[in-house]
């Protein structure tokens, strides 16, 4: 199985490993934000589902056409967990985070630093094939510890962090489990 950034098409990178938002945001910076079409590409989303975000307040409006990295990045964090949680959890999950989406004065970590930090345990415990409870609690503590300055309560983020964490994993074993369901399935239809 190809190996993708997660909630990207992106094919995953070493250059990804640290930052994951850093093999995006030349694309961001060059076209000076993303038109639907684009962002529907990167994600695998459709056009209407970012729309249908945007309308409940889950992500920032748009100004103009383009979707800045403010939007781009809050939309990878949702697609990264929609796999597993329902939508309304998500949303709450971020407020619990971060509070209300167009202020981020209440946000105990700014949106790039949380996806890149869950892109490196996530790398980090795939690499390891170390999804456990106490891997993962370590894999975070581990990287609020480095990033400290950038968060404002670290208690607060390593409880959602776990629950990002797992539900990305979960979303990862649904889509396998998926898969050899379908080739029982298509091994049962051939025996009829």
Same mark, same amino acid.
């Given at each position: 199985?190809?190996?993708?950034?997660?909630?990207?098409?992106?094919?995953?990178?070493?250059?990804?490993?640290?930052?994951?938002?850093?093999?995006?945001?030349?694309?961001?910076?060059?076209?000076?934000?993303?038109?639907?079409?684009?962002?529907?590409?990167?994600?695998?989303?459709?056009?209407?589902?970012? *729309?249908?975000? !945007?309308? &409940?307040?889950?992500? /920032?409006?748009?100004?103009?056409?383009?979707?800045?990295? @403010?939007?781009?990045?809050?939309?990878?964090?949702?697609?990264?967990?929609?796999?597993?949680?329902?939508?309304?959890?998500?949303?709450?999950?971020?407020?619990?985070?971060?509070?209300?989406?167009?202020?981020?004065?209440?946000?105990?970590?700014?949106?790039?630093?949380?996806?890149?930090?869950?892109?490196?345990?996530?790398?980090?415990?795939?690499?390891?094939?170390?999804?456990?409870?106490?891997?993962? *609690?370590?894999? !975070?503590? &581990?990287?609020?510890? /480095?990033?400290?300055?950038?968060?404002?309560?670290?208690? @607060?983020?390593?409880?959602?962090?776990?629950?990002?964490?797992?539900?990305?994993?979960?979303?990862?074993?649904?889509?396998?489990?998926?898969?050899?369901?379908?080739?029982?399935?298509?091994?049962?239809?051939?025996?009829?």
């Amino acid at each position: 199985m190809q190996r993708l950034i997660p909630a990207t098409t992106m094919k995953f990178s070493e250059e990804a490993r640290n930052s994951a938002f850093s093999v995006i945001s030349p694309i961001l910076e060059a076209t000076g934000g993303l038109t639907l079409s684009q962002l529907s590409k990167l994600t695998g989303l459709e056009g209407s589902t970012i *729309q249908n975000w !945007i309308k &409940r307040g889950w992500i /920032a409006s748009t100004k103009g056409k383009k979707y800045s990295e @403010k939007q781009v990045i809050r939309i990878l964090l949702i697609n990264m967990l929609r796999g597993s949680m329902k939508l309304e959890n998500i949303a709450q999950l971020m407020v619990y985070i971060n509070g209300d989406v167009e202020d981020t004065s209440d946000d105990i970590i700014a949106d790039i630093t949380l996806y890149n930090i869950l892109c490196r345990i996530i790398f980090t415990a795939e690499d390891e094939g170390a999804f456990t409870t106490e891997s993962v *609690q370590e894999l !975070i503590s &581990r990287e609020i510890t /480095a990033n400290s300055s950038e968060i404002t309560d670290a208690v @607060k983020l390593r409880k959602a962090m776990y629950v990002m964490v797992m539900a990305y994993r979960s979303a990862c074993l649904k889509i396998e489990a998926d898969k050899k369901m379908s080739a029982i399935l298509s091994e049962m239809e051939n025996l009829t």
